[in-house]
């Protein structure tokens, strides 16, 4: 029988029956590299601020004296919050619950007067910039989005 | 050697094809994991290499804008070192020559293209800072004192938001 024959003589016709993938793998080979460049895994995003010029800074420096005023300094061992009208408030930073402290006096202080939307946040020379980022997260949260960094006796925004 | 030539067996030529298809499936996931990211971010901020961003809970989008990086006492504007400010650097004045030169340029670049598309009017420079999470005040506030002064009113603190 010649089916009983081929098998014996180990005679087998290969067939590819694939579709052939490669064109196709050289585009997406090409394609991947490309996009993997330009993809954003890090979900960057910005604090929004405006520099006042110097008519507007002196300005706001006269209406911030008749006003509430409120601050919120940082120095290396406490958050110290202040105001016209408003009772101080210490935090000691070391403790662990001094986020929500701040937070929890913030919210308070914004909840009495909610005609105020502005903080101001008084830095040190040396005071680290995530700090401060972290003092605008927790005033922008407690109701307070208008955030001015201030050092010494000198206005920023 | 005669004798071993002929022991010798004929082999066939079969072709053994890669199987493609797993791999195609990966890579077609993964692209078009890739195309949706592409086209579903807006304006792309890259970090300067080296700036360790600080974290906040802020959700704004960045927009399109010039970017100047602080990273320990070097300053880059769109990626480029213009100034180098020593950490204990006396606190007398808060402007850095050699960056407001380079944002005063970058400044007068923004107007003039401004004007030849005929929207100069409604022109306002934006400025977006990268500042290492652990820079100290003393800095962040000079360079910010730079960009006013240079006419950037409109500054953006990049920071990494809450994923």
Do not use: W
């Not at chain 1, 909840?111 to 401060?132: C, F, K, L």
């Not at chain 1, 955030?147 to 206005?155: E, G, H, Y």
């Not at chain 2, 066939?12 to 298809?21: D, H, I």
């Not at chain 2, 005929?118 to 420079?125: C, L, R």
């Amino acid at each position: 029988m010649p089916a009983r024959e081929r098998r014996r003589r180990g005679f087998r016709e290969v067939v590819a029956d694939d579709v052939d993938l490669l064109p196709l793998m050289n585009l997406f080979v090409a394609l991947i590299p490309m996009l993997l460049v330009s993809a954003v895994f890090l979900n960057i995003t910005v604090i929004e601020m405006k520099a006042p010029g110097d008519e507007d800074a002196q300005a706001r420096a006269d209406q911030a004296r008749e006003e509430l005023a409120l601050s919120v300094t940082i120095s290396a061992e406490r958050y110290v919050v202040e105001g016209n009208g408003v009772q101080t408030v210490s935090v000691q930073r070391a403790d662990p619950a001094a986020a929500a402290q701040l937070a929890a006096a913030l919210a308070a202080i914004a909840g009495e007067h909610p005609e105020n939307h502005d903080v101001m946040i008084v830095s040190q020379a040396d005071t680290r910039y995530e700090d401060i980022v972290g003092v605008m997260d927790i005033s922008r949260e407690a109701g307070l989005p208008g955030a001015s960094l201030l050092a010494a006796d000198r206005a920023l925004n | 050697m005669p004798l071993r030539k002929g022991r010798r067996r004929r082999r066939s030529a079969v072709q053994a094809p890669l199987r493609l298809t797993s791999m195609m499936d990966i890579l077609t996931v993964l692209l078009l994991f890739l195309l949706k990211s592409f086209v579903a971010e807006g304006e792309v901020i890259t970090p300067a290499p080296g700036v360790s961003l600080p974290e906040s809970t802020s959700d704004t989008g960045p927009e399109s804008s010039v970017v100047v990086a602080i990273l320990d006492d070097r300053i880059l504007l769109d990626g480029r070192q213009v100034a180098q400010v020593p950490a204990g650097a006396p606190g007398g004045d808060l402007l850095i020559p050699a960056l407001a030169e380079q944002l005063d340029l970058s400044r007068s670049q923004g107007e003039a293209i401004a004007t030849r598309r005929g929207d100069a009017d409604s022109y306002a420079p934006k400025l977006a800072i990268q500042g290492d999470r652990d820079i100290p005040f003393a800095l962040l506030q000079r360079v910010m004192y730079t960009c006013n002064h240079s006419g950037y009113g409109d500054i953006a603190l990049v920071v990494l938001g809450a994923s």
